[in-house]
């Protein structure tokens, strides 16, 4: 009896700690991180949209320039999360539920590390630096799903592959978690991409006549073959599957996209970040005596080559290498004067995480802040959550302006789009859709934001008589000086301008 009250434990862990800290940050200190992507305004519309009518669109409805054009909402399913957070909370609540999300999947990932043997002080280190690493790609946006995603078929693959779970929990965790997916991020590719390396895997073995491969062969085309099954269960049918196709092909857009383009490697604490999780990797395989599965390796390396292609990908890569450097470096001792010290501290901390399994703390976490979120009552004349866009990123009061002019005459700032839908509630020229305007619309809009020559000529063949552009960029920088066009608005981020003869 006192065994299973022991287990019970409500102590915290430090795994616990790091996601407090985590929602401490991305809750209090940083309230407006999660939301320096404006497009969470379209998806919010998305979301909005599905609550209201009940169904998915078909036809786009936050552009005046595609107006009606067949639209595939791939990312529906998550949208409509968020809306009901918005709804229920505001952008305090859309924060909790995205924040939550990461800090459990980094609270996740301590956690196997350390039942995978790994030093506490080792542990610690190698999770911050993940962290850290993978903060360039925290947004409120559907993608956190692919997150989740990612983890979840990384630790069941490999925990299926080493026989530590049967093949029906993994088909039970797999499956529900691709249909959630495939209505949620296009990103749900990942998973048929890390089946199919262990699927790969388990062919090799079973050509060299490894024994039990072949049951295993049968059981992994039994689940891709569900999970393949399962991707049909979306509104949009095989057509979201054709639309994804498209999707990933696209290159000449991304080509000019932050988060499409390489890291750079010239100090910031982010890039700092990986560097150190590609060293302690290069240094696990180098001297563990222990080594990763085959498919796991060929996992690692496959994201590691996609985070060095696209930052937005870093995050990914960090998802699934930790758990594996954590196994790698579980063998590692510390000597000298402290030694005793640390493998006392950790023999402790150890014996108190087998016994914690309630994370009180965490729960606890959610929960104030839930209460906070919802309540949003200012605490001695000020408000204790304050999370969302920033006034200074995104346009405030000239979305005042611009709702008295003809939407179809409007030219806007990409990444503002979504934003100026939700909010503003007029159609707009373009937003960061890439896939649903196509590679000629973007190339158009990048000839007059780069100012080449001919854009304005373009503005005024589209009939152009507003234009709403952040405060610093080059196309406002210009416009003040053009003698056709005056600043009709103005607020912190924004100058709204008006041609003056039409």
């Not at 039990?212 to 073959?225: D, N």
């Not at 560097?275 to 690692?300: I, M, W």
């Not at 196994?327 to 016994?355: C, P, R, T, V």
């Not at 990123?393 to 939700?422: D, H, M, S």
């Amino acid at each position: 009896m006192s065994n299973k009250t022991e287990k019970l434990s409500p102590l915290p862990t430090p795994g616990d700690f790091l996601f407090l800290i985590i929602m401490l940050v991305l809750m209090v200190t940083l309230p407006n991180y999660l939301f320096n992507d404006a497009s969470t305004g379209w998806h919010l519309a998305l979301g909005d949209y599905v609550l209201e009518h009940g169904r998915v669109p078909f036809q786009d409805f936050i552009s005046y320039t595609f107006a009606g054009k067949p639209w595939i909402a791939f990312y529906w399913l998550a949208d409509v999360f968020i809306s009901l957070a918005n709804k229920i909370a505001g952008t305090n609540g859309i924060a909790l539920l995205i924040a939550t999300t990461i800090a459990s999947i980094f609270l996740a990932i301590y956690g196997r590390c350390r039942q995978s043997g790994c030093h506490l002080l080792v542990s610690l280190v190698l999770v911050f630096a993940g962290i850290i690493a993978s903060t360039m790609h925290w947004l409120a946006r559907p993608h956190i799903i692919t997150f989740v995603g990612i983890y979840l078929f990384a630790t069941t693959l490999e925990d299926y592959w080493r026989q530590r779970i049967s093949f029906k929990k993994a088909l039970l965790i797999l499956v529900p978690t691709m249909l959630v997916w495939v209505n949620s991020h296009p990103g749900f590719i990942f998973g048929f991409a890390q089946s199919g390396i262990y699927l790969a895997a388990t062919c090799l073995f079973f050509l060299l006549g490894k024994e039990g491969s072949g049951k295993s062969l049968r059981e992994l085309l039994i689940l891709i073959a569900a999970m393949a099954a399962v991707t049909l269960i979306n509104p949009y049918g095989l057509a979201l599957h054709a639309n994804v196709a498209g999707y990933l092909k696209q290159s000449t857009i991304t080509n000019y996209v932050d988060e499409y383009l390489s890291p750079v490697f010239h100090g910031s604490i982010q890039t700092g970040s990986l560097e150190f999780v590609f060293f302690t990797l290069a240094l696990g395989l180098a001297f563990s005596r222990k080594q990763p599965s085959l498919p796991l390796f060929l996992s690692v390396a496959a994201f590691a080559h996609l985070a060095l292609s696209a930052t937005r990908n870093i995050p990914l890569f960090i998802i699934v290498a930790l758990p594996c450097i954590g196994e790698l470096l579980a063998n590692i001792s510390f000597s000298g004067k402290q030694a005793d010290y640390l493998q006392k501290m950790s023999l402790s901390i150890d014996k108190q995480e087998s016994l914690c399994r309630l994370h009180i703390l965490p729960i606890l976490t959610v929960v104030i802040f839930a209460i906070l979120a919802i309540g949003a009552q200012p605490l001695f004349g000020k408000s204790v959550l304050s999370c969302g866009f920033d006034p200074q990123k995104v346009p405030t009061k000239t979305l005042q302006c611009i709702r008295k002019l003809p939407a179809n005459e409007g030219f806007n700032y990409v990444n503002w789009g979504g934003y100026i839908y939700y909010e503003g509630h007029v159609p707009v020229y373009i937003d960061d859709r890439s896939s649903f305007y196509g590679e000629d619309f973007y190339l158009q809009y990048a000839k007059i934001v780069w100012l080449e020559p001919g854009w304005k000529e373009i503005l005024k063949q589209k009939k152009i008589n507003w234009i709403l552009f952040p405060k610093n960029d080059p196309v406002s920088e210009r416009l003040l000086t053009e003698p056709d066009w005056r600043i009709l608005c103005q607020d912190e981020a924004s100058y709204v301008f008006e041609r003056v003869t039409k």
